[in-house]
C-alpha cells in the first residue's frame, strides 16, 4: 500500500471512530445538569475513548465533589503497597448527605438485634434509607467496571429527566468504590499505552490485546485481591471490609469482567445454592436479576444468569458480604480487552459499550433497593436476629482444629476465625457458646 493510501486509510478510520463517539448515547435521551462536569471536561477525552488511569479517576470524582459538595462524600479507606489511594464515594441528595452518620448508625443498629429490639427496629426502618455498595475493579485488567463507576456517579449526580435516578437519589445511598486494585489497575494501563498505536486494532493477536505477565489482575505482590476477603492478607481488602463493617449495605455488587466473547452475566448465580445463604437472601438476588433482565432488554442487551460463576467461596466479593446480611453477587461483561475486540462472530464489541451495560447495571442495582429499602432492611434485621436466636439454641457449640503436621496454619485459621467474630460482635459482653456458633454468620 502507498504511504498516500495509509494516510487515507487512517483518517477515514480516525472520522468514523470521531464521528460513532459524538452519537454515543450511554442512555439516550437522558438530559444532564451542565453544572457537572463530564470526563471529557475533566480528562480531555469522552467517557469510552480511552482506558482512565487510576490518578486521572480520582481527579473525576475530585471534580465531581467540588461541583456537588452536598451530593458527594469521598472517604479514603488506605493505600495500597506503591502507596495509591483506596476510596469510597458516597452519592445521595444533600438532605441524606447531611445526616449519612446517623445511616450508619442505624444499620450498626439493626445488625445487632441484642441492643434493638423488634419494635425499634420498625421505627429505624420507617425512616432508614437503604444503602447499595458497587465494588468496581477488583481485577485490575478489568478495565470497564473503572469507567464505568465514573458514569454511574455522573448519572447519579447529571441526569435531569431520569426517574430511576430521583428515586435511587431520594430512597438511598449509592456508595461507590470506583477501584479496589489500583496498583493493577495502572500495571495494565501503562502495557496498553505502550502497545497501541495510531489506529486501534481489534484482533486478539495484536500487541494491544497481549498483556505481558504479570498481568493487572493482580495486586503488587501478585495477590488476586478476589481470593483476600476473608484471609485479609493486603491492605485493599482490609480498607474495604472495615469500612463495609461502618455501614452494612442491603446489597454488594462485585462489577467484573470476563471473556470477549460472552454477553453479560448477573445475579442468580449458578446452582447449586450456596445453604448458608438464608431465602430472604436468593429472592433479593432474584429481584435484583429480574430488574437487570428488565433494563437490559429495552436495549437489546444480551445477557444471561444462573451459570458458570457461584456464590459458595467465602472469600469472593460475590458471597462475602452475604454472611453479613447483604444480597451479593457478581456482575461479569464481556472485555474488550482494549479499546475494541474482534469476537469469533465478527463482530467488533468497543470498550464504550461495555462501560455502558456495566453502568445500566449499577443503576438498575440501585434502583431496586431505593425502590425495596423497607422490605430489603427488615429482611435484614431478621436476618440478623436469626444469627443470635440459632446460636443460641443449636447444639452445635464448638468449633474444633485439631493439631496437625501444619500446626502453623491451623493456628492461623483459628486466629482469623476469633478476628472476624470479634469484629462482627464489637465490644460486647456475650457468652462463648453463643460467639462460637454465631461464627456460621462471619465466616
Do not use: C
Not at 485488567?141 to 458514569?151: F, T
Not at 505482590?221 to 484471609?231: G, K, P
Amino acid at each position: 500500500m502507498t504511504r498516500f493510501l495509509q494516510k487515507l486509510v487512517i483518517i477515514f478510520t480516525s472520522l468514523t471512530l470521531s464521528s460513532f463517539a459524538q452519537e454515543f448515547e450511554y442512555i439516550p435521551g437522558t438530559k444532564f445538569d451542565p453544572s457537572i462536569p463530564t470526563v471529557e471536561q475533566v480528562l480531555g477525552y469522552k467517557s469510552g475513548d480511552d482506558i482512565t488511569a487510576h490518578g486521572d479517576m480520582v481527579r473525576y470524582f475530585d471534580a465531581l465533589r467540588n461541583a456537588a459538595p452536598d451530593r458527594v462524600k469521598i472517604f479514603s479507606y488506605g493505600k495500597t503497597w506503591e502507596n495509591r489511594p483506596l476510596m469510597y464515594v458516597a452519592i445521595s441528595n444533600a438532605e441524606n448527605i447531611a445526616k449519612l452518620d446517623d445511616v450508619k448508625t442505624n444499620m450498626q443498629r439493626l445488625a445487632d438485634p441484642r441492643v434493638t429490639n423488634a419494635d425499634e427496629a420498625e421505627t429505624i426502618i420507617a425512616d432508614q434509607l437503604g444503602i447499595t455498595w458497587l465494588g468496581y475493579g477488583v481485577h485490575g485488567n478489568e478495565i470497564s467496571p473503572m469507567d464505568a463507576a465514573m458514569q454511574t456517579a455522573y448519572f447519579l449526580l447529571a441526569a435531569t429527566n431520569m426517574e430511576l435516578v430521583d428515586n435511587v437519589m431520594t430512597n438511598s445511598v449509592t456508595i461507590i468504590d470506583p477501584q479496589q486494585n489500583p496498583d493493577g489497575r495502572d500495571r495494565f494501563v501503562n502495557k496498553f499505552r505502550e502497545a497501541r498505536g495510531l489506529v486501534h486494532d481489534s484482533s486478539p493477536l495484536s500487541a494491544e490485546l497481549s498483556e505481558p505477565w504479570p498481568s493487572g489482575r493482580v495486586n503488587h505482590y501478585l495477590f488476586d485481591l478476589n481470593r483476600d476477603w476473608f484471609a485479609l492478607t493486603q491492605p485493599e481488602s482490609q480498607g474495604k471490609v472495615a469500612s463495609l463493617l461502618e455501614y452494612y449495605p442491603l446489597a454488594y455488587i462485585d462489577l467484573h469482567e470476563m471473556g470477549g466473547n460472552s454477553t453479560y452475566f448477573f445475579s442468580p448465580p449458578a446452582p447449586p445454592n450456596n445453604p448458608n445463604i438464608a431465602t430472604n437472601q436468593w429472592a433479593a438476588l432474584e429481584m435484583i436479576g429480574r430488574n437487570n433482565a428488565r433494563h437490559f432488554d429495552s436495549h437489546g442487551f444480551p445477557y444471561y444468569t444462573r451459570e458458570v460463576f457461584d456464590a459458595f467461596y467465602p472469600g469472593y466479593g460475590a458471597s462475602w458480604p452475604a454472611y453479613l446480611g447483604a444480597a451479593s453477587g457478581t456482575y461479569e461483561q464481556a472485555s474488550a480487552n482494549a479499546m475494541m475486540f474482534k469476537r469469533n462472530d465478527g463482530e467488533i464489541l468497543h470498550f464504550r459499550e461495555t462501560v455502558q451495560q456495566h453502568l445500566l447495571a449499577s443503576l438498575s442495582t440501585a434502583e431496586v433497593v431505593a425502590t425495596n429499602r423497607e422490605k430489603l432492611l427488615r429482611d435484614f434485621y431478621n436476618y440478623r436476629k436469626s444469627a443470635i436466636d440459632e446460636g443460641e439454641r443449636e447444639d452445635n457449640r464448638y468449633y474444633i482444629i485439631p493439631t496437625q503436621n501444619d500446626q502453623a496454619a491451623a493456628d492461623k485459621i483459628a486466629g482469623l476465625l476469633t478476628n472476624k467474630v470479634l469484629m462482627f460482635l464489637k465490644p460486647r459482653k456475650i457468652s462463648v457458646h453463643v460467639v462460637l456458633n454465631m461464627m456460621r454468620a462471619v465466616m
